[in-house]
């Protein structure tokens, strides 16, 4: 029996179980195709595979340097540089994290005090606003205009105190997969020139755009990308997302606080899949063609929904797709999500959970990371709801 149970105070009192765990666990309790929690269904590079056997089977099998083994944070440094002509100095602005929730929490960590107001865009990734509480920050939030989830700078601007110590950003986003601009990263450096505010942009779905979407990181910014921690995923773009592998770039001297909290949080992460890394990502082929492979998913499924009651625009960007089910049902997003799981046994995320007070717009998020055969077998399905 725990001791004092009556007596616990919850730093999070109104959070629970995350709705990804929660349809997952639906999602096998009934049998559904899981288009809800985003993974990918299909297998890791064996060529990678082999790399991480190969340094496993060499001895790197012990603690990784903290800020991550030098030879792939020179290989991040070289990617970088030719992808936004930014140069990011491997020995002190580059740290290998566990994943990019991860390096998200220790960015804000290293950051936020108590009082500090932290500026999130809504619907959001739902691991920011807790980050901001558990340091005694405040989130202030803002809500993405319909129907192409675009920013309104100018609400920015009227929410922005002296208080504003951090603006969070997200492209491309989950979970609707817009896409900023670059005349929306000119308007982020212009807002915030002369004042301290640290972006944290959250870049993890980097390589997956579409319809000749180019992305544009803060890195080719470099008055923003100066005042920036900008965040990567290897699970995302090398379809391991159970690895949980990310890294984080930043000027030397936010790198300097970030790594002070990384190493209390982590330490180090898993060292022989730093060194596969390192040699995967040296070929641009392995990570480039990305796009060009969810282009075609996101393609199939779409095509296979045009004569359903579902509406819809292709997503920009992300591997995620929302649906309009607004001529199906009245329902609440939250119970049509659980109902279209029980019953349809195919699940999707409710997009409400997302915002910081819970918005239903009819509209569920679907995963199209899959096979052909799941997204064939999943849409033969929606079309007849």
């Known amino acids: 029996m725990p001791l004092y149970p009556d007596n616990i105070k919850s730093k999070l009192p109104g959070i629970g179980v995350n709705i990804f765990s929660k349809m997952s666990a639906l999602s096998k309790k009934y049998g559904a195709i899981n288009l809800s929690q985003g993974f990918p269904d299909f297998g890791v590079s064996p060529h990678l595979v082999s790399l991480v056997n190969h340094y496993m089977s060499i001895g790197f099998n012990q603690y990784a340097p903290m800020e991550g083994v030098l030879k792939l944070r020179e290989a991040i440094s070289t990617k970088v540089q030719a992808l936004y002509s930014a140069k990011y100095e491997a020995e002190t602005e580059i740290t290998i994290t566990a994943g990019g929730t991860q390096a998200i929490y220790s960015a804000i960590t290293a950051f936020i005090t108590e009082g500090d107001e932290v500026i999130i865009f809504t619907p959001a990734y739902d691991c920011y606003a807790p980050a ?10 803002v809500q993405l205009k319909d129907p192409y989830y675009n920013v309104d700078w100018s609400e920015v601007k009227k929410v922005m105190t002296r208080r504003t110590k951090m603006i969070v950003i997200n492209t491309p986003h989950n979970p609707t997969g817009a896409v900023l601009s670059s005349q929306d990263m000119v308007e982020l450096e212009r807002l915030t020139s002369g004042t301290d505010i640290i972006i944290l942009s959250d870049e993890v779905y980097e390589h997956i755009l579409f319809d000749g979407y180019e992305h544009q990181s803060v890195a080719r910014f470099p008055k923003l990308a100066e005042r920036s921690l ?6 995302k773009t090398l379809h391991a997302t159970g690895w949980k592998i990310g890294y984080v770039l930043g000027a030397k001297n936010l790198m ?8 209390f949080q982590v330490f180090a992460v898993n060292h022989p899949i730093q060194h596969a890394l390192a040699d995967f990502i040296s070929n641009e082929k392995n990570y480039k063609q990305i796009s060009s492979v969810y282009e075609q998913k996101r393609d199939f499924f779409l095509d296979a929904l045009k004569s359903s009651r579902f509406k819809f625009s292709p997503t920009p960007g992300t591997y995620f797709q929302l649906l309009d089910y607004s001529t199906i049902t009245d329902e609440n997003d939250v ?8 019953e349809f046994k195919v699940s999707a995320i409710p997009v409400s959970v997302f915002y910081h007070r819970s918005l239903d717009k009819k509209m569920l998020r679907f995963c199209f990371a899959k096979q052909e055969e799941t997204l064939a077998a999943a849409t033969e399905i929606l079309k007849n709801i």
Do not use: C, D
């Not at 900008?230 to 699970?235: A, E, M, Q, R």
């Not at 300097?256 to 190493?263: D, G, I, L, Y």
């Open 132 to 141: 901001v509480e558990l340091n005694g920050g405040k989130p202030i939030y």
């Open 230 to 235: 900008l965040i990567y995923s290897f699970g």
């Open 256 to 263: 300097k606080e970030f790594r002070k909290v990384h190493q």
């Open 335 to 342: 119970k049509f999500a659980e109902r279209l799981t029980k």
